[in-house]
């Protein structure tokens, strides 16, 4: 019915689970830094100085 429809709450969109906390240490400096993504300015600068290495290695901690 008419009133039925008024009460109906508007569709939400489902909210998006929270990305894990990576926390990478460079072993040449002993820098840290805390991300939850992956577009992070100081560990883009570390791939562009350090190609040959796989940054994802030096990863020593995660959490969520």
């Known amino acids: 019915s008419a009133l039925e429809k008024r009460d109906r709450r508007p569709a939400t969109k489902p909210t998006r689970k929270p990305r894990m906390l990576k926390i990478y240490e460079n072993p040449t400096t002993g820098e840290t830094v805390e991300t939850r ?7 883009n600068a570390w791939r562009e100085k350090y190609k040959s290495a ?3 290695d030096w990863i020593i901690e995660t959490r969520n």
């Open 37 to 43: 993504g992956g577009n992070h300015k100081v560990l």
């Open 54 to 56: 796989n940054i994802e």
